[in-house]
């Protein structure tokens, strides 16, 4: 199982990624989650995207596609990854298709958490996960959400394997409608 989670800062990508690599037996893989592993351990990676992810920025693509490649080879080895946070603009969908055919491992089913923005920061100001949950940094990352994540969603609009569940419930209740979607693409299977 192949699965793309497309949502906002604080939409639940990470919540629901874990709950699905749970139930499915596939790798959760969250780009940035492995970006902030990056800064933690001070690596070459760290010290080059420290201050675009302080930002509230995306940070370049030949950055996180490198990164990426490994974890998810394998993972598709391994049976299957749900991907929180990548891709993240047209232009990432676009440059990781090719690698993702050759593998014979293109995404079978793109979920869209839908959240209005005031829950969004409602949310992520409760969390103060580090640097970038502060208030100019979140306000910073819907804006680049909405300038470059949204024309990701309008690019896929017409796959029948992309569907949006309403993000503001409960997260059971979000993982089972997500669920819900995926048995109507006859996935798992
Ligand atoms: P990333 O780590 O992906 O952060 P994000 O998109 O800002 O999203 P979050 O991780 O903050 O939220 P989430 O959607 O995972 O929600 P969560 O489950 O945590 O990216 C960080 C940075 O890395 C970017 O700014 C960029 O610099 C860089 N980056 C990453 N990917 C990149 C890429 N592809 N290209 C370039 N740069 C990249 O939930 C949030 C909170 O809400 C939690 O407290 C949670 O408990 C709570 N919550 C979750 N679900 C619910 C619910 N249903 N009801 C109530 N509360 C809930
Ligand atoms: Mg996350």
Redesign the pocket.
């Known amino acids: 199982m192949r699965l793309l989670l497309i949502g906002a ?2 939409s ?4 629901q ?1 874990g709950k699905l690599a749970e139930r499915f037996g596939i790798a959760h893989i ?1 780009s ?2 492995l970006l902030r592993q990056h800064v933690q351990d001070q690596t070459a990676i760290g010290r080059t995207i420290k201050s675009y992810l302080d930002r509230g920025d995306l940070v370049p693509n030949t950055v996180v596609m490198d990164m990426l490649r490994k974890p998810v080879v394998a993972a598709v080895e391994a049976g299957g990854y749900v991907l ?2 990548f891709p993240r603009t047209v232009e990432q969908a676009q440059a990781s298709f090719p690698t993702a055919r050759s593998l014979g491992a293109e995404v079978q089913a793109a979920i869209h958490l839908d959240v209005p923005s005031e829950e969004l920061v409602r949310r992520l100001l409760a969390r103060r996960r580090g640097s970038d949950d502060t208030e100019a940094v979140i306000e910073r990352r819907l804006q680049v959400y909405l300038d470059m994540t949204v024309p990701l969603l309008d690019y896929y609009a017409d796959r029948e394997w992309k569907f949006a569940v309403d993000g503001t419930q409960a997260p059971d209740a979000v993982h089972e409608d997500i669920v819900a979607g995926l048995k109507k693409l006859a996935l798992p299977g």
């Open positions: 800062p604080g639940g990508k990470g919540t990624a969250s940035g989650d929180d946070g």
